[in-house]
């Protein structure tokens, strides 16, 4: 069993800042990367940033400069999310590539998701 658990989710002004935290737990052998996700109303999900676990960071063109993702160990990652802007707003989603044993395929693993809105 393998959990993603994010928290940090909140209503904030445009402009404003908020910062998502993920948590990996359950039978993991390794993982590879970690990253985050959003889906916004009525339309599909997409990219936000990633880190592998060299550190090598890769963000959607739509948040570059404004937000930055951070690992403190293997299994947490974090989304600082800056000058917010009311397109921001959508559900959040953690998302791991991760094995569960060794010479196991890596597989892709989701938490629930967690909400972030932005309004005046």
């Known amino acids: 069993q393998v959990q993603l658990v994010e928290s940090g989710r909140g209503l904030v002004q445009p402009g404003g800042s908020l910062r998502l935290s993920c948590a990996a737990s359950g039978s993991i052998f390794s993982i590879n990367a970690m990253g985050w996700y959003r889906q916004a109303p009525g339309k599909e999900r997409e990219l936000v940033a990633t880190i592998t676990s060299g550190g090598s960071t890769n963000y959607a063109d739509s948040v570059k400069g404004r937000f930055t993702i951070s690992r403190d160990n293997a299994k947490n990652v974090y989304l600082q999310m800056n000058s917010l802007k009311l397109e921001d707003t959508a559900v959040y989603y953690c998302?791991?590539?991760?094995?569960?044993?060794?010479?196991?395929?890596?597989?892709?693993?989701w938490g629930q998701g967690t909400q972030v809105t932005v309004s005046s």
């Open positions: 998302n791991a590539l991760l094995r569960r044993a060794p010479f196991v395929p890596p597989g892709d693993y």
